[in-house]
């Protein structure tokens, strides 16, 4: 993930002088998730929006993030295993610049974790609000291409008990701590295309 941020970093020194920020046109941006600093592993998802040249006027956009909790061992043969997924419906800015681009942005949403026990068919699952603020930084090349590294700070709005749905189910389950805090950091990198 280090090295993914380093190299974009190079790309938007190296092309800084290539690119003037000129007036906005209609037009998407789509980003893929690079990291999100609570996930284990790797993440897949990432943001689409939606951007217009109206002023004062926002733009629209989706955050999508999902991955795999680590495997709780409950007992020798027992694993309890989450699958996390973050959405968030957001609005944002673009702040013109003489040479890179930024944008501003929040959201609301929800976070779902989706939880399965060895042995058992179904998958109970737990949501708890979210909020999101974020910002994207880009260079963009000639007037329609815009490169950009988006950070997206996520709040959840308390912690996230996956096991209780299982404890009258499962008795060792109330021995081990399955008590999570999603909270966390999602770095993007995309593109966005204007027409």
């Known amino acids: 993930m280090t090295t993914k941020i380093k190299f974009l970093?190079?790309?938007?020194?190296?092309?800084?002088?290539?690119?003037?920020?000129?007036?906005?046109?209609?037009?998407?941006?789509?980003?893929?998730?690079?990291?999100?600093t609570v996930a284990p592993d790797k993440?897949?998802?990432?943001?689409?929006?939606?951007?217009?040249?109206i002023g004062f006027v926002p733009n629209f956009g989706y955050t999508q993030v999902k991955f795999k909790e680590e495997s709780v061992d409950i007992s020798s043969t027992v694993q309890l295993n989450?699958?996390?997924?973050?959405?968030?419906y957001n609005i944002f800015f673009n702040v013109p610049f003489p040479v890179v681009a930024v944008s501003l942005g929040a959201g609301v949403?929800?976070?779902?974790?989706?939880?399965?026990?060895?042995?058992?068919?179904?998958?109970?699952?737990?949501?708890?609000?979210v909020i999101e603020g974020f910002t994207r930084i880009g260079l963009p090349f000639w007037n329609f291409i815009e490169f950009h590294l988006g950070i997206h700070a996520i709040k959840i709005a308390s912690k996230i008990d996956a096991g209780d749905s299982w404890s009258t189910i499962e008795q060792g389950v109330d021995?081990?701590?399955?008590?999570?805090?999603?909270?966390g950091t999602l770095t993007t990198v995309g593109l966005q295309f204007a027409f």
């Open 109 to 129: 949403g929800e976070v779902k974790v989706e939880s399965s026990l060895t042995g058992y068919g179904n998958k109970p699952s737990v949501s708890k609000p």
């Open 175 to 183: 021995s081990v701590d399955t008590d999570k805090d999603y909270t």
């Open 43 to 53: 993440v897949t998802g990432g943001t689409l929006g939606i951007i217009h040249p």
């Open 82 to 88: 989450n699958d996390v997924t973050i959405t968030s």
């Open 9 to 36: 970093a190079v790309l938007l020194f190296v092309g800084f002088g290539t690119g003037i920020a000129q007036a906005q046109f209609f037009g998407f941006s789509v980003d893929t998730a690079v990291d999100y």
